[in-house]
């Protein structure tokens, strides 16, 4: 139904064959996007590179948004090589553990800080440093959970901050509309990925979901990449500043 042939597409996230990002950047290929793939660190790498190969990725670059310079860097390397962009996608979050276990009233400063740096500031750090890379428009995608507008066992911490990084998106889109630059958030509903493992009682989570949403069914990795494929396309074009939800119904239901 539509295409991305000769797109340039940067995709941030990616940890392993289970990763949202991961499911994203196989579906922005199989519509014909070039890929540039991040790992975190050395560490990641021999996870990540594998998979960036498989998608014929012509850029592979170590990223950890905390460290000064590292987000500038990758995106000279992507104006240096392709000269400009179409789609960015960021999929990243962090919580420290402590923090992210504990109540919501109870959480540091400095463990909140660092949650609103990597999941909310580092994705509004991407968009300015893609805006002079997309010349004719492009597409900005972010992830993010339910917890965000309604209070989830266990997501703690996180759902102030994915509520930042909502608000972020409209804003953002509100002021790049008229470059032609779209902002996103996409968000499924629980998924088995490494970041969620760090959530207390993820796997009860899982079960309460699929019981809960209509289809029955919990979202895949593969089903939120065809929702950010399609964002990425041309058919898209008039669609900007949405949360959207990709999770069987699972947001619908009381």
């Not at 289970?18 to 890929?35: M, P, V, Y």
């Not at 500043?241 to 069987?248: A, C, E, L, R, W």
Request: include cysteine; glycine fraction near 10%.
């Amino acid at each position: 139904m539509f295409s991305l042939e000769g797109r340039k597409a940067l995709v941030v996230g990616i940890a392993n064959e289970h990763s949202i990002a991961w499911g994203c950047a196989k579906a922005l290929r199989a519509q014909g996007a070039e890929i540039a793939v991040t790992y975190l660190n050395e560490k990641a790498e021999p996870h990540v590179r594998p998979l960036a190969e498989e998608l014929g990725a012509e850029i592979v670059l170590p990223l950890d948004v905390g460290r000064e310079g590292a987000l500038e860097a990758v995106f000279d390397e992507i104006g240096s090589r392709w000269g400009r962009l179409d789609t960015l996608l960021h999929s990243i979050a962090f919580a420290p553990r402590d923090d992210l276990h504990g109540r919501v009233i109870d959480c540091s400063a400095e463990g909140f800080k660092m949650a609103m740096d990597v999941s909310v500031h580092s994705f509004l750090r991407m968009i300015r440093l893609a805006e002079p890379l997309m010349h004719e428009g492009g597409t900005c995608l972010t992830v993010s959970f339910f917890g965000s507008v309604r209070v989830v066992r266990d997501y703690n911490m996180m759902g102030p901050v994915k509520a930042a990084l909502e608000s972020a998106v409209r804003y953002a889109a509100a002021e790049l509309g008229d470059k032609g630059i779209s902002v996103h958030a996409l968000s499924p509903g629980p998924l088995k990925t490494r970041a969620a493992s760090g959530i207390s009682h993820f796997d009860e989570m899982l079960n309460a979901a699929a019981g809960r949403a209509p289809m029955h069914v919990l979202a895949s990795i593969e089903d939120v990449g065809a929702m950010a494929a399609f964002l990425a396309s041309d058919e898209a074009r008039n669609l900007t500043g949405g949360v959207h939800d990709i999770d069987g119904g699972y947001s619908i239901t009381a």
